[in-house]
């Protein structure tokens, strides 16, 4: 039986900080420090003004998603990875960006030679993932993803996954813990490919 990758995509398999913060810069004057884990919080104003509340990141981040995302770029490997572990097991990409930008993400994806099935997501992703290995059949599940609170989230929902940690922006990655409720942290897709493998090789779930 086919296994089931489920694999976030930004800082996972596309960079996205690093291009918000260069958009953020260019077009709104705004210093972005992605090496902070927390958006609203890593934004400051170049004229001094008060830095954006939470409510305008999150308009930010709609001006960003969908207009430019053409911004993005591949994470080394992520790509021939995903591809070897197609061999071998189902790939969903679940990415947490409101359903008007499921088309614009698929699209994006294949301009990347990433023809996966795409799902979009709102909130913990534990439920979806449940969802997802449900209807393929309970195969050998494996979930990636850079946010130690949807490691929380699918571990609780769905406890038979194997949970891999991935931040693929070095700037990100040597600020952030691994999360306490993934089983690995690896930060390199050649490594976790083989990681990967082996879980789906074994045919044991977590
Ligand atoms: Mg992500």
Same mark, same amino acid.
């Given at each position: 039986?086919?296994?089931? *990758?489920?694999?976030?995509?930004?800082?996972? *398999?596309? #960079? =996205?900080?690093? #291009?918000?913060?260069?958009?953020?810069?260019?077009?709104?004057?705004? +210093?972005?420090?992605?090496?902070?884990?927390?958006?609203? !919080?890593?934004?400051?104003?170049?004229? @001094?003004?008060?830095?954006?509340? %939470?409510?305008? =990141?999150?308009?930010?981040? +709609?001006?960003?998603?969908?207009?430019?995302? @053409?911004?993005?770029?591949?994470?080394? #490997?992520?790509?021939?990875?995903?591809?070897? *572990? &197609?061999? /071998?097991?189902?790939?969903?990409?679940?990415? !947490?960006?409101? $359903?008007? !930008? %499921?088309?614009?993400?698929?699209?994006?994806?294949?301009?990347? $030679? /990433?023809?996966?099935?795409?799902?979009?997501?709102?909130?913990?992703?534990? +439920?979806?993932?449940?969802?997802?290995?449900?209807?393929?059949?309970?195969?050998?599940?494996?979930?990636? $993803?850079?946010?130690?609170? #949807?490691?929380? &989230?699918?571990?609780?929902?769905?406890? @038979?996954?194997?949970?891999?940690?991935?931040? &693929?922006?070095?700037? *990100?990655?040597? !600020?952030?813990?691994?999360?306490?409720?993934?089983?690995?942290?690896? $930060?390199?897709?050649?490594?976790?490919? %083989?990681?990967?493998?082996?879980?789906?090789? &074994?045919?044991?779930?977590?």
């Amino acid at each position: 039986m086919k296994g089931l *990758l489920i694999c976030d995509c930004d800082e996972v *398999l596309l #960079h =996205m900080v690093r #291009h918000f913060g260069v958009w953020l810069h260019e077009t709104h004057d705004i +210093d972005f420090a992605i090496e902070g884990g927390d958006f609203a !919080n890593s934004m400051t104003r170049r004229d @001094g003004a008060p830095p954006p509340t %939470r409510e305008e =990141m999150w308009g930010l981040l +709609d001006q960003f998603f969908p207009h430019e995302m @053409g911004r993005q770029t591949l994470v080394p #490997h992520a790509r021939e990875a995903l591809a070897a *572990l &197609s061999t /071998m097991a189902d790939v969903v990409i679940l990415t !947490n960006l409101g $359903d008007h !930008n %499921r088309e614009p993400r698929i699209a994006q994806l294949l301009g990347h $030679d /990433m023809p996966y099935r795409v799902e979009t997501n709102q909130g913990g992703k534990g +439920d979806p993932v449940a969802r997802l290995q449900a209807e393929f059949g309970n195969p050998v599940t494996v979930f990636v $993803d850079d946010l130690a609170v #949807h490691h929380a &989230s699918v571990a609780k929902h769905a406890p @038979g996954v194997h949970r891999v940690h991935m931040i &693929s922006e070095p700037k *990100l990655a040597v !600020n952030v813990p691994p999360a306490p409720d993934a089983h690995v942290r690896i $930060d390199d897709w050649q490594v976790a490919e %083989r990681w990967i493998a082996d879980r789906f090789a &074994s045919g044991q779930p977590a």
